[in-house]
């Protein structure tokens, strides 16, 4: 028999056993795949209504034997087809490139040896063997080895470890040991273990649509809607007049393609994927593109504490030291404490405070080492020295005054110095030593009348920059609320660290005791939740939810996942974060860095603000495509605009176009400086819609006067038509230009600023020239080019019916939206 069976108290399984069992429990999948995996996107790609829009375009040609306006309406698919591909699958492969990182291996004893296998193929029953720095795969019971320390803070939010004792301590997936060895037996795998559970849970929660998801939705049936009515209008009108139904159908259709902003979905598209290219070169992988402009609509960020808005890790900040003592024999003594080769948190903090303070540590060899227990809750080190033996202890400051021979007003010293960190949300530790002549003594002998050395303070630092980007939220008008799994006092001394607003602190137990009413009452006052369950996690977000908050929540842990799932926005750590936080996010910060969810934030609003610019261009513009299709037909002329027109206008001229808003970044500290945006507004203001349909109307009347004098004067019907379009093209590059600012005429706005307003406008020239003058490209547009003089009369009429409202823009006021 194997050593490793021999030393085993229990029957490990045979290989044949665990893959009978893996048959039987399945893989050790802690995460169920997510729902959005796969080709799902498809089926809602052709659930759009700009999708269902062309197909009926392209079918209804097709029907009438139009086969050129048929494949040019359905060929209008393939390129927003291709963007939703690449877009939908990007975040899912760099999101399992994050998974492939973070898979972990496990060793087990199977058939009397020691094997390393897949996390995936643990089964209940195996035995696993964990060391310092293992991830606990598996829910399980700690059967043999030493006390281990254990870093449960992903379940629990508890930044401080917990110590595991075997005979018949649980330990839980996804946590890490911090120190010690052990066996442990294996009792719960995949979504039957408590980080499993969370993750089914937050698989199953429906997500529904993020607030501008909503508003746009609404905008564009509010749209649909009149533009079918209307369109059933035109289509009788022109059958009453004396047309044919093929003919009369053609006119209703042309109205839908130019009634019905085909550029929407792709504009918006476009600007939130670049919002997220933005926010991946500052380290932040969005998994949902809307989720970038709604974290800029967002009025409360719920942050979870430990590795978010902390580092998640242990430094001594202070020491204290008695009459007498100096502070290098205090960090002598507390290293003398430590492990020489650490993996505990606690040991690392307090070596590297000492290594950074050259404290000189002159021992020889380690004798004896006494472990952390939990009756004694101390730690004893016996070395060998030069000049014998020494003597090291660290612990709870009761139980090592315990072992010192300390006079009682020293003691009353020592309580008040521990009264006053601990008041501070540090974590204390008592220090204390000896020097002996002799070896071989006794443990009681070792640990009595020790010299008390003095107090070592540890806190989980802030993380830097986080202070200043609470500081940006508030002036933005956006309420930072702490949630954490420590004590009360240590969650208020770190935030008056962060400059938290001022405020009350609500704990898990007084939480349990509110109704929901009293709860969303409380949330007023409520900066900081201490002593939170993940359950109750979930129960926050969903108070804020009911106050009519937009809520983003972030955090790392297994614990999170609930609420990141629940909240309008999650945003999951990438360093630290476990694989549920991540899958329930929306954002995944890859630098762990809260500052980056401010430029985030900063981000999402400018979206918006450019997104409102770039939809009021196509409102000003959506008037000519209207009345055109409209009017014309009542006056039994040609129609202007064609299937072919309407595609390019719509799906290539005004996308393109209505990239001059998305770069024009504004300033943050402007961006920053206004309250968060009511959800339920709508998308546009009054205003919003006045000015461009005005001036959508006059490039109208000048488009049909231009098309409609030249017809009446004997030119070609692809004549007329070139001219207007020119007329068109023209008015189009000056409401580029209109748009970008409510304030400022066109002759005043800052151009260097913008490093893509020249290329397109001049790409919108040499676009507009090829159409009209490369004979092959005019045949399918069915244009004839204008003269010069022409050219110039088409460029003047444009101008003329656009920058009329220019001298007035200052009184409309100054902002800059």
Request: net charge neutral; charged share 20%.
């Amino acid at each position: 028999m194997s050593a490793v069976a021999e030393r085993t108290p229990y029957a490990a399984l045979s290989d044949q056993e665990a893959r009978e069992r893996l048959a039987r429990f399945g893989p050790n999948v802690l995460v169920p795949e997510s729902h959005r995996v796969g080709f799902l996107w498809v089926a809602r790609f052709f659930m759009d209504p700009m999708v269902v829009l062309l197909l009926v375009a392209g079918g209804t040609y097709l029907f009438l034997g139009d086969r050129f306006d048929a494949m040019v309406a359905l060929f209008a698919l393939v390129p927003i087809f291709l963007v939703t591909a690449v877009l939908e699958r990007r975040s899912e492969r760099a999101l399992a490139e994050l998974k492939r990182l973070a898979s972990p291996r496990a060793r087990v004893i199977r058939g009397a040896k020691e094997q390393i296998i897949d996390a995936r193929e643990i089964v209940p029953g195996d035995v696993m063997l964990v060391r310092e720095g293992d991830v606990f795969v598996a829910d399980g019971t700690l059967v043999d080895g030493s006390v281990l320390v254990v870093d449960e803070s992903t379940l629990t939010g508890e930044s401080h470890p917990t110590m595991k004792e075997p005979p018949a301590a649980s330990v839980y997936a996804g946590t890490a040991l911090r120190s010690g060895r052990g066996d442990v037996l294996v009792t719960q795998t995949g979504t039957r273990t408590r980080y499993g559970r969370i993750g089914k849970l937050m698989s199953q929660m429906h997500v529904g649509p993020t607030p501008i998801e909503r508003v746009i939705r609404r905008l564009v049936w509010q749209m649909g809607a009149a533009v079918l009515v209307l369109c059933a209008v035109v289509i009788f009108v022109e059958h009453g007049r004396g047309s044919l139904w093929p003919a009369a159908l053609i006119a209703g259709v042309s109205l839908a393609m130019a009634a019905i902003p085909e550029e929407l979905p792709m504009v918006y598209t476009l600007y939130l994927a670049l919002g997220a290219w933005r926010l991946a070169r500052q380290h932040a992988l969005v998994r949902r593109l809307a989720s970038v402009e709604t974290l800029g609509s967002a009025s409360v960020i719920c942050v979870d504490k430990t590795g978010t808005l902390t580092y998640g890790t242990l430094e001594v900040t202070e020491t204290w030291t008695p009459q007498g003592v100096d502070a290098s024999s205090l960090l002598l003594a507390a290293t003398l404490a430590c492990d020489p080769d650490p993996f505990d948190p606690l040991d690392i903090a307090v070596l590297r405070f000492a290594r950074d303070r050259r404290v000189d540590i002159r021992a020889d060899r380690l004798v004896t080492r006494y472990p952390f227990d939990p009756s004694h809750r101390r730690v004893t080190q016996l070395w060998s020295v030069q000049s014998g033996l020494r003597v090291a202890t660290k612990g709870g400051v009761e139980y090592v005054l315990d072992l010192c021979d300390i006079a009682r007003e020293q003691r009353d010293e020592v309580a008040q110095a521990n009264a006053r960190f601990a008041r501070d949300g540090m974590r204390v530790l008592a220090v204390a030593g000896a020097s002996r002549d002799a070896a071989g003594r006794s443990r009681a002998d070792d640990e009595s009348h020790l010299q008390f050395f003095g107090l070592l303070a540890l806190s989980d630092p802030v993380r830097e920059g986080v202070p200043a980007a609470i500081a940006a939220c508030d002036r933005a008008g956006i309420t930072v609320v702490m949630i954490t799994g420590d004590h009360p006092d240590t969650a208020e001394a770190t935030g008056r660290g962060l400059g938290l607003r001022t405020g009350s602190t609500l704990t898990g137990a007084q939480l349990d005791d509110m109704s929901d009413d009293g709860l969303v009452a409380a949330l007023a006052q409520t900066r900081i939740f201490a002593r939170i369950l993940p359950e109750q996690k979930l129960r926050i977000v969903k108070a804020f939810h009911a106050r009519g908050d937009v809520v983003a929540m972030t955090g790392d842990g297994t614990n999170d996942a609930l609420a990141l799932r629940e909240a309008d926005i999650g945003v999951a750590m990438g360093e630290r974060g476990t694989e549920v936080a991540r899958g329930a996010a929306d954002l995944i910060l890859l630098d762990d860095d809260f500052s980056t969810i401010v430029a985030a934030i900063a981000g999402g609003r400018r979206i918006f603000r450019n997104l409102r610019r770039a939809f009021r261009y196509l409102n000003a513009f959506h008037a000519p495509l209207i009345i055109s299709a409209v009017v014309i037909p009542l006056f039994g002329a040609p129609l202007l605009l064609l299937p072919i027109h309407l595609v390019w206008l719509e799906l290539i001229v005004h996308p393109t176009s209505a990239l001059v808003y998305e770069n024009d970044a504004g300033d943050r500290a402007e961006l920053m400086s206004e309250p968060p945006r009511d959800p339920h507004a709508g998308f546009l203001r009054q205003r919003d819609w006045l000015r461009p349909v005005l001036l959508g109307c006059a490039l109208t009347v000048g488009c049909l006067a231009v098309y409609f004098f030249d017809l009446h004067h004997g030119y070609g019907v692809d004549v007329a038509r070139g001219m207007a379009l020119a007329t068109m093209l023209f008015g189009q590059m000056l409401l580029v230009l209109t748009e970008r600012s409510t304030h400022l005429p066109v002759w005043k706005q800052p151009v260097k600023n913008n490093p893509v307003l020249l290329p397109i406008l001049g790409g919108s020239v040499v676009m507009m020239l090829i159409m009209l003058y490369v004979p092959p490209v005019a045949a399918a547009f069915r244009v004839a080019a204008p003269t010069p003089v022409h050219f110039l009369e088409s460029l003047g009429v444009a101008a003329l019916c656009t920058l009329w409202f220019e001298p007035f823009k200052r009184a409309e006021g100054s902002g800059t939206t």
